[in-house]
């Protein structure tokens, strides 16, 4: 089974530092995702990365950055935490291709106080 | 128009009911289709995918009507542990990136 492993399950952080989340996948699939998930707006996409080094803006890219250095980790960067970016945050990977379903990561549910 | 709409529900039904969620989806480009179920506080996991001609897994049936831009999920016989939110997902064309609906919460109750 593909497992895809973030690197916290729960997260508090202040306004204004800059926070790191994490995401590795053991079954050498070409696409990571980021989303993030709140109650009534379902997932949105912040960011994914087809490929090593590449990344693409998703649907809310603002106030994040992503960085994809080695194919299995693809990390998620809040430069400057917001508390409107208190929320549950989900990293998911899949094979390239039309027909792959994700494999999502258990989740960071990250709270900016 | 959302690209992917679901009744957001709640579903209440007993258990050993027969029940069905539907979605739409705008853009006939779509070429693949999946149901995901989601339970309290954790990640979202594969549940089926959607097949043209249909497809049934145990107790689930996943209907496809592209005519009509819709997709259907039955669940017979419900269990308790059929309790959670399901999410329709369409692949509206560009590959690999898959859209989310905001899902369907299904609660079943003795």
């Known amino acids: 089974d593909v497992k895809v492993t973030q690197s916290s399950r729960y997260l508090v952080k202040r306004t204004g530092e800059k926070v790191f989340l994490e995401c590795v996948q053991d079954m050498d699939h070409e696409n990571m995702f980021w989303y993030r998930q709140d109650p009534g707006l379902g997932l949105r996409l912040i960011y994914f990365s087809y490929d090593v080094k590449m990344k693409e803006k998703g649907d809310i890219p603002e106030g994040y950055s992503v960085s994809r250095e080695k194919k299995e980790r693809f990390s998620l960067i809040l430069e400057s935490a917001s508390t409107n970016q208190t929320s549950m945050y989900l990293c998911?990977?899949?094979?390239w291709g039309v027909g792959y379903g994700y494999t999502f990561g258990s989740g960071t549910r990250l709270t900016v106080v | 128009r959302k690209e992917v709409e679901q009744d957001p529900g709640p579903f209440n039904v007993p258990e050993g009911a027969t029940v069905a969620f539907n979605c739409t989806y705008s853009?006939?480009?779509?070429?693949?289709f999946f149901w995901y179920r989601q339970d309290c506080r954790k990640e979202p996991k594969l549940l089926m995918s959607?097949?043209?001609s249909g497809n049934e897994d145990g107790r689930f049936t996943a209907q496809l009507n592209r005519a009509s831009q819709y997709i259907s999920l039955l669940i017979r016989d419900s269990k308790l542990s059929d309790s959670a939110t399901y999410l329709c997902?369409?692949?509206?064309?560009?590959?690999?990136?898959?859209?989310f609906g905001t899902g369907t919460r299904l609660q079943v109750t003795l």
């Open positions: 998911a990977s899949s094979l």
């Open positions: 997902v369409v692949n509206i064309g560009t590959a690999s990136k898959l859209t």
């Open positions: 959607v097949y043209s």
């Open positions: 853009n006939s480009a779509s070429q693949s």
